[in-house]
């Protein structure tokens, strides 16, 4: 086993996975829900690059934003329908409603992309690097580069913008926000969209690694729901961070133990951390983000 | 006769089927300083919130509200802010994770108009010292008297022509009270128009120039501070007993 390289590998899953919890992030940080229909929303952006890269013949670099539009378009969607039960924080409602919108989604990619399995190749993911024993692909490169890019990104937005400012205005008391004059319902409305774009945008650069199915979406959510706890609830350093470390986990554990047990292992270590920290690696870090 | 800048009538609150709130009409002149004062529980706190379209829980609101001769009733609590009627709501007045500076920003840029004044940050510190000193610290690190001015420090940066403030005084050393309530008296004096929502009616008397006192929610005595603040009902509403 050469242990550079597995290191080389958790970096890059743990970057993946990063990138496809950072709309969460937000989410969860400002309007302080959930969206269980994460992982098809994942599973849509992968297939609407595919469909645009495959079918319709767009450069990659276009499918991409391309995806992303529709991710913004369908968080909007959402957000329309649940409004009202995000004003009044009513959890269970967003819950079932958000199950249900992925089980729609998934029911409605199955029908339009059949269950057919499909792969995404990217100039990037047939680019590879080798250096001696270790090897990465132009692909891998880039989703490290992004996830990295969009972390400072989003960091610098909410830290040093006026937008940014609003934005957390609405995710420390949207009540107190409303009285600042803040239009509490555009920023709702601004952060599905921007989740539905992030995801696709994860969805964009992760995809030509795996296999894409209608039926994937599942592991995702799990996996960004281990990253926003782990990070802290809200806290765009923390989310960046535990993707890492959770990549880097899975990719050392599945290397030295076995890759059947990770995802337990990983639920362990998040049980241990939630008891010691309960709020996550940035607990107790006032206004971290 | 000029028109009053805020005139409400018919407005009805109720909470879960409970009414809070019988208001037949109300008025504030341009420049006014209107107290209303009452009891716990009289519905002091539900009219302002009413007016402002505002609150936390999610209570059934009816009835007639205008702000400058313009109906605002129905308009979302930002909006309504925007138009020159701005709430200092009591208890949670600060964003705790931003610090002084930061909370004394404002999600849109208002515009002066007549009767509006929009202050400047600078022109808050001026107004409140003690905020310029902590104007690096969280919300979360102010005591409860910096808290109240920075909730009054940030609405006046809005441009209101109205200036809703519910209890300011509450938690606050009998000298700081003094200091916010003196505040008012120069912001009213400058031709702010306020609402005042005061416990301490002998120290609201000194700086309002009507009162409302309400009991159960409607409105039982109203008039010039220094006609009615004599009046029995005002003592009895407070103490319990007959003056």
């Known amino acids: 086993m050469n242990l550079t390289q597995q290191v080389i590998n958790g970096l890059v899953l743990g970057h993946a996975y990063a990138l496809v919890a950072i709309g969460w992030t937000l989410l969860l940080g400002v309007a302080r829900l959930v969206n269980f229909g994460h992982g098809q929303m994942y599973m849509l952006g992968a297939f609407v690059t595919w469909w645009a890269v495959a079918k319709a013949g767009v450069p990659y670099l276009l499918a991409v934003p391309f995806a992303m539009l529709v991710g913004a378009a369908f968080g909007l969607v959402m957000q329309r329908v649940m409004l009202k039960a995000t004003f009044e924080q009513n959890l269970v409602s967003i819950m079932i409603m958000t199950l249900g919108f992925g089980y729609v989604l998934h029911g409605g990619a199955a029908l339009i992309f059949g269950s057919t399995g499909q792969i995404l190749e990217t100039s990037l993911s047939r680019h590879e690097f080798n250096f001696g024993d270790l090897w990465f692909t132009g692909q891998d490169l880039a989703i490290v580069v992004a996830a990295i890019v969009v972390f400072i990104c989003l960091k610098w937005v909410l830290d040093g913008t006026r937008i940014g400012r609003l934005v957390r205005m609405v995710a420390e008391d949207p009540k107190l926000a409303q009285l600042a004059g803040v239009n509490v319902r555009r920023v709702y409305y601004g952060v599905f969209a921007f989740e539905g774009a992030a995801v696709a945008f994860a969805a964009g650069m992760v995809a030509p690694r795996t296999p894409i199915l209608t039926s994937m979406g599942f592991e995702e959510v799990i996996m960004t729901f281990v990253v926003v706890v782990f990070g802290g609830i809200g806290s765009v350093k923390g989310s960046y961070f535990a993707g890492v470390a959770l990549g880097l986990f899975t990719a050392l554990f599945g290397a030295l133990v076995s890759p059947a047990y990770t995802t337990a292992a990983a639920f362990l270590v998040l049980i241990a951390l939630l008891v010691l920290r309960p709020g996550g690696l940035s607990a107790g870090v006032a206004g971290a983000h | ?243």
């Open chain 2, 1 to 243: 006769m000029t028109q009053p800048l805020l005139q409400a009538s018919g407005v009805q609150v109720a909470y879960e089927g409970n009414r809070a709130l019988e208001l037949a009409a109300l008025q504030v002149g341009r420049g006014e300083v209107v107290g209303v004062v009452g009891a716990n529980g009289a519905g002091k706190s539900t009219l302002v919130n009413a007016l402002a379209g505002w609150s936390r829980g999610t209570p059934r609101v009816s009835g007639e509200v205008t702000l400058d001769g313009r109906r605002i009733d129905g308009w979302a609590p930002h909006q309504r802010i925007r138009a020159g009627l701005a709430l200092v709501p009591e208890g949670r007045l600060v964003f705790g994770r931003m610090s002084v500076d930061e909370n004394l920003c404002t999600a849109f840029a208002p515009a002066e108009g007549p009767g509006r004044h929009v202050y400047s940050r600078d022109e808050i510190y001026e107004l409140f010292p003690r905020l310029q000193e902590r104007r690096r610290h969280w919300g979360l690190q102010l005591s409860g008297g910096e808290r109240q001015m920075l909730g009054i420090g940030r609405a006046l940066m809005m441009g209101p022509q109205l200036l809703l403030l519910d209890e300011p005084s509450i938690g606050l050393a009998p000298k700081l009270v003094s200091q916010v309530l003196a505040t008012l008296r120069t912001l009213a004096g400058k031709g702010l128009s306020i609402l005042l929502v005061e416990q301490n009616v002998r120290a609201a008397i000194e700086v309002v120039d009507r009162l409302v006192l309400l009991e159960r929610g409607r409105v039982v005595l109203e008039g010039p501070a220094a006609q009615v603040g004599n009046d029995p009902r005002i003592a009895e509403a407070y103490l319990g007993t007959q003056a």
